[in-house]
């Protein structure tokens, strides 16, 4: 068969579930063994630009750069995609020429010699004279316990073979995947990838009333209600409050929060404690129970105005200890108390269709009415303080498994070389079929992780589960696995990220 590509050629190639990547047709690395295929001469090294990484790449996956690089350009928008690009335009702009006998050996020493030349020109030199003023360090008594030690123990090998062979391994990874990370050294631990910049949070129109919310038709009560923490979930709740007509207070630990808020007909607190005094009933959505109870304990917090014509109702994701100590504190001020906890994301706080579980004082729930009907589709009491809490943790357990599991599917299919979009097609006909697995697995394939619900907040959720379990001697294996599936995708820098982010800890 004639070979398309000739050594040299710059082209578009593209491996199983990643998008085209610019390279260019170049002779193997040393050890980089070719690939059994039956269509002989219908495989290429490829040299990726901007990663300097090799991978063997078959004929049909690839087409020449400048006849398909309009195209090619808008398939992938990724930091390291972009510097890519650019590393080949600059080297299409140099007009550099490579020999056909010239290998890619040749290419990364080249490579290397213009970053060192660069690094010496920009480092001054020192004179001669300077040197002499040194005390020279060679016997000291750390370097004879050294040579000692040398006798006994075998040479180490050097460290330049675990970087052949990882180079060897990067073949199999996607370019953009590779792209190392400033804070690794080059052929570091396990090939990880370059963390992935967070997607900025689109602002959130406060004023837009939802289509979900015109169809509720709520009539607000005439209480004024307090709401403290304007973070993902909080945001989208306080927006729904204004919009069916509720007086809101609003505050935030950063204030500039507040002000669309505002804008929107709310009023602002300096502090927790000046919310609270200004309002009947006060919510509280922050980050963790640490946080909820530093809302209520800390200084200017709830416990400062709470009084007994006031109620207080924790949002929190918590366990139920948490809620027991903070429903204590608030009943000995002889206020009311309800823990509210919520189902669901981003989406549904902003389109009011969350699920709300409530326990705690009978009354407060009632006074809450209109304002649970504003945030979300269906609301449950569920008796004593601390079962909400309960139940959300146990819902919480399945949802982060059944994530945990999908990302190690789909890590599996990119493994084997399935595409990761025919899995997703296929799943979607199947009886394992839902809105939050298929949202999920399209987050994954695309990669870019724009936070919905926090990872960390999945992991917590998981953890404060865990623990609960750990109490009753309940066993919970799977969720102790995911959770550690989670906490090894948040300490490679993704606990701000979407919980599809836990693919990263799956796959990496």
Not at 122 to 137: A, D, F
Not at 161 to 167: C, F, K, P, R, T
Request: hydrophobic share 35%; charged share 25%.
């Amino acid at each position: 068969m004639t070979e398309q590509f000739k050594l040299g050629d710059l082209v578009w190639a593209k491996m199983k579930g990643f998008s085209p990547w610019p390279g260019r047709v170049s002779n193997p690395i040393k050890d980089m063994k070719k690939p059994n295929n039956p269509k002989k001469g219908s495989v290429h090294c490829i040299y990726f630009f901007g990663t300097n990484n090799y991978g063997w790449i078959d004929e049909i996956n690839m087409n020449h750069y400048q006849d398909h690089k309009e195209t090619c350009l808008k398939l992938c928008r990724t930091a390291a995609f972009k510097e890519a690009c650019k590393a080949i335009e600059k080297f299409i702009a140099d007009g550099e020429v490579f020999e056909d006998e010239l290998d890619s050996d040749s290419l990364f020493d080249k490579l290397k010699e213009e970053s060192n030349t660069s690094i010496e020109k920009k480092t001054p030199k020192i004179k001669p004279k300077k040197l002499k003023t040194y005390v020279p360090l060679q016997e000291t008594p750390k370097v004879k316990r050294e040579s000692i030690g040398s006798e006994r123990r075998p040479a180490k090998k050097q460290r330049t073979d675990s970087n052949a062979s990882s180079n060897n391994r990067l073949g199999s990874l996607s370019p953009a995947l590779n792209h190392s990370t400033p804070l690794r050294k080059s052929g570091s631990l396990l090939d990880r990838p370059a963390n992935v910049t967070r997607p900025a949070t689109p602002p959130l129109d406060v004023e837009t009333l939802s289509q979900t919310l015109k169809d509720k038709n709520i009539c607000a009560s005439s209480l004024k209600f307090g709401f403290l923490g304007l973070g993902i979930m909080g945001s989208g709740i306080v927006k729904n409050l204004l919009n069916s007509g509720h007086k809101v207070v609003v505050w935030n630990r950063t204030q500039t929060k507040c002000a669309d808020f505002v804008k929107a007909g709310a009023e602002q607190g300096l502090t927790p404690s000046d919310v609270v005094g200004m309002s009947d009933i006060t919510f509280s959505c922050v980050a963790d129970p640490q946080t909820a109870k530093e809302m209520v304990f800390g200084n200017c917090g709830v416990l400062t105005e709470i009084s007994p014509d006031k109620g207080y109702v924790e949002m929190t994701g918590i366990d139920a200890e948490t809620s027991e100590d903070i429903a204590e504190a608030i009943t000995a001020k002889g206020a009311r108390y309800l823990e509210a906890q919520v189902q669901g994301s981003k989406v549904q706080a902003e389109e009011g269709t969350l699920v709300i579980l409530a326990a705690g004082d009978r009354q407060l729930f009632d006074n809450c009415h209109s304002c649970f009907g504003a945030m979300g589709k269906n609301t449950f009491y569920l008796g004593e303080v601390g079962n909400a809490s309960k139940m959300n943790l146990v819902l919480q357990l399945l949802a982060g498994v059944t994530l945990a599991g999908l990302a190690e599917s789909m890590a599996l299919a990119d493994r084997v070389g399935l595409q990761q979009k025919d899995v997703l097609e296929i799943l979607e006909l199947t009886s394992l079929s839902c809105p939050a697995i298929l949202d999920k697995g399209r987050a994954i394939i695309e990669g870019g992780f724009p936070t919905s619900q926090p990872l960390r907040h999945m992991q917590k959720d998981l953890r404060l589960s865990l623990i609960m379990s750990d109490q009753l001697e309940q066993p919970n294996p799977l969720a102790a696995a995911a959770n550690e599936i989670y906490k090894h995708a948040k300490r490679l820098g993704y606990g701000q990220h979407d919980v599809s982010a836990v693919y990263i800890g799956a796959r990496f």
